[in-house]
């Protein structure tokens, strides 16, 4: 079992950049897959990245590819979401998620076990 943890959140301008944090209890954080999910007003939980287990593979949604990247840190038990040249239509609560069965490339939310609380990004135009 996993208990997960996201920082960062805050109120920038179309165009900035943020970089969200999530810190992972446990001492088997290597042996999940990573996501980043977001979720908007009045709109599904929808995928945004997520990173295999020893970080070599990365999968990004459409909207971010370009702008977005994961990473994970192993030895903090920590992943991360740096977020560039950000969009209004980025603003959402975004999640972090972890499963030791997922595919990078799997994009369900169903099939992620553990969630954090989420952390609010909001970009203004």
């Known amino acids: 079992q996993v208990q997960l943890a996201e920082s960062g959140g805050g109120l920038v301008q179309a165009g900035d950049s943020l970089r969200l944090s999530c810190a992972a209890s446990?001492?088997?954080?290597?042996?999940?897959?990573m996501g980043w999910f977001r979720q908007a007003p009045g709109k599904e939980r929808e995928f945004v990245a997520a990173?295999?287990?020893?970080?070599?593979?990365?999968y990004y949604a459409d909207p971010v590819k370009g702008r977005f990247t994961i990473s994970r840190d192993n030895a903090k038990n920590a992943v991360y979401l740096q977020m560039n040249s950000l969009k209004p239509e980025d603003t959402a609560v975004y999640y972090c998620?972890?499963?030791?069965?997922?595919?990078?490339?799997?994009?369900?939310?169903?099939?992620?076990?553990?969630w954090g609380q989420g952390t609010q990004v909001t970009v203004s135009s």
């Open positions: 998620a972890a499963d030791t069965l997922r595919l990078p490339t799997d994009t369900d939310s169903r099939g992620y076990d553990y």
């Open positions: 446990g001492r088997t954080f290597s042996r999940y897959v």
């Open positions: 990173i295999s287990r020893s970080g070599v593979t990365t």
